[in-house]
């Protein structure tokens, strides 16, 4: 894996290195440059007045200009110097793998970009979103230790498998979104399906409230006051849509506190309300509130049941450190019980000969006090009788701060059922007078999750008509007259050629009336002006790009 010389992207575990993909920088057209571009600059001049810090700045800090899609080396290069990285992703990734990139402060960027019809928003991941919108507030120290902080305690949050199920079909409507001729059916079917799922997920799960919070904060986040509130979420930075209808008076603005958990969201549409916090170390107090409630502090029964709906990997951990991680299938009276590949650790580190190929069948053990009708050492044969009534009577082989395994072992619950006879083997018992932890995933995830969890969709790449591979063309003109400051002299003709064969086009128009001059801005001026009035829904589109390019050329158009 190339890790572009980041120490962030190096230090990456694998089962976070399987969701990454190359960028294949030559993939993006030179409408996805003109597409950056405009958003870039739409971006600059309109939340120059309302983003929460300086964007050209926040931008170079992040190793990304206005004029082209950043490259993942550059970016790299740039946010080395404050501790981040970054990695491109296809599309989605699950939440826990987007929160655990969180906190080893490596950025996950979509490496698509979205479609021209989608220029001002996008329900799917793409470039525009990750970098322009998450990239350049990371330079904040403040905002950066809340990014990563979370991360932490994303990765620990437990989940359902109802989340799956919703992340899936999140995803695979995105990516419906985002095909240009995508079958209406499909289209509808989808939207059903994500519908379906949020009305049927239950009770939300750890994950589920925590991708609220995140919502409401990382993406969709203001800062300041009620009444002058600043942008810092990068959902709102990257769409030059809803970035300035979010301050109009119909989008109500609350102070957030713990309760914005209660808030549901809807990815594919506009917030109807949105949170303001008066500073970063607030936006940290509340998602303390938070952890403090779940299942990796609190531990205990509670923490037992969170992991037993989950049905998932989890890692339940003893109060001696022992660290158990499988799927609990179930806990009762002082002893729990894992199902399937099973390893044991201590500090995240899988302890030799117990990871999941030895304790392939599960794994069960007491937890509590218990007392010992002689000492505990090595060959001696003993019975242990805990507080719960369970009862382990057998030979020491071998003694650990966190584990002692018995040979002719028998083990009953305090009815006198046995829960493990001496046929079955060594018996491996846990050492802990309670549970103090319960979290999401293995302990020692190097070893444990060789291949974690992947999406059952891929994101959709378009195939270019000839038609649309010379629309490519006139777009890469007008961008190699920008940039070398030569050939203005085929202005004229490329902007006939477009008038002729693209009168859809609005975007190459705008570009080419940036360089004209004299009668050509003219003529190109009205005809995008009547492009504005014939097609309502790019009227936003054009007159914001007109405004762009200067008030000599729109006014002269309106003469």
Not at 202 to 226: C, D, F, K, N, Q
Request: overall charge negative; hydrophobic content about 40%; aromatic content about 10%.
């Amino acid at each position: 894996m190339n890790d572009f010389g980041n120490k962030q992207v190096a230090a990456l575990p694998r089962h976070l290195r399987q969701y990454i993909v190359e960028q294949h920088y030559d993939h993006y057209t030179p409408v996805d440059q003109a597409a950056w571009r405009y958003v870039m600059r739409q971006n600059y001049a309109y939340l120059k007045d309302v983003a929460y810090y300086p964007y050209i700045p926040g931008l170079k800090a992040a190793g990304l200009t206005i004029e082209q899609i950043p490259h993942l080396q550059e970016m790299n290069d740039a946010l080395g110097k404050i501790g981040w990285g970054a990695v491109t992703v296809d599309g989605f990734i699950p939440p826990a793998a987007f929160m655990e990139y969180q906190a080893y402060r490596v950025l996950v960027i979509a490496a698509d970009i979205r479609q021209l019809n989608h220029i001002e928003y996008t329900p799917a991941p793409d470039i525009i979103h990750e970098s322009a919108g998450h990239a350049p507030i990371i330079a904040d120290p403040d905002y950066h230790q809340y990014l990563s902080y979370f991360g932490s305690i994303g990765a620990k949050a437990m989940y359902s498998a109802q989340d799956y199920e919703l992340y899936e079909a999140i995803r695979a409507l995105s990516i419906l979104k985002e095909m240009p001729e995508a079958d209406p059916a499909e289209l509808k079917k989808a939207e059903e399906q994500v519908a379906y799922w949020q009305q049927n997920i239950g009770e939300p799960s750890e994950m589920a409230l925590l991708s609220r919070l995140h919502w409401w904060t990382v993406e969709y986040g203001l800062i300041g006051t009620l009444e002058n509130p600043k942008i810092y979420g990068a959902g709102l930075l990257s769409s030059i849509g809803e970035s300035a209808t979010c301050m109009q008076p119909n989008i109500r603005k609350l102070w957030y506190t713990p309760d914005a958990v209660n808030y549901a969201y809807d990815i594919t549409q506009p917030q109807k309300q949105l949170f303001v916090t008066p500073t970063f170390q607030n936006l940290i107090d509340v998602l303390e509130q938070f952890a403090n409630k779940m299942a990796f502090r609190i531990g205990g029964t509670y923490g037992l049941q969170k992991a037993l709906e989950s049905n998932n990997t989890c890692t339940v951990v003893y109060s001696s450190g022992l660290q158990v991680s499988g799927t609990l299938t179930d806990f009762n009276a002082g002893f729990i019980k894992m199902t399937g590949p099973t390893a044991l650790a201590v500090d995240n580190k899988q302890q030799p000969g117990h990871g999941k190929e030895y304790h392939k069948e599960g794994f069960s053990s007491p937890v509590g006090k218990f007392t010992a009708d002689t000492s505990i050492e090595i060959g001696n044969t003993v019975k242990l009788n805990f507080e719960s009534g369970i009862t382990v009577k057998g030979t020491i082989r071998s003694i650990l701060p966190q584990l002692i395994t018995f040979e002719n072992c028998m083990v009953k619950s305090a009815d006198g059922d046995i829960l493990f006879d001496p046929a079955w083997g060594a018996y491996d018992m846990a050492v802990g007078e309670s549970i103090i932890s319960v979290f999401s995933g293995a302990a020692d995830k190097n070893t444990f999750d060789e291949i974690g969890y992947h999406p059952k969709t891929t994101t959709y790449h378009l195939t270019y008509s000839k038609k649309m591979l010379a629309l490519h063309q006139l777009y890469r003109e007008v961008r190699d007259c920008r940039v070398h400051q030569a050939g203005k002299g085929r202005l004229k003709y490329i902007f006939e050629q477009l008038c002729n064969e693209f009168p859809e086009d609005w975007l190459c128009a705008l570009e080419i009336l940036e360089l004209a001059e004299s009668d050509l801005a003219i003529t190109i001026t009205q005809y995008l002006k009547k492009q504005a009035i014939e097609n309502p829904e790019l009227n936003k589109l054009i007159t914001d790009g007109l405004s762009l390019i200067g008030n000599q050329h729109s006014l002269a158009g309106g003469q």
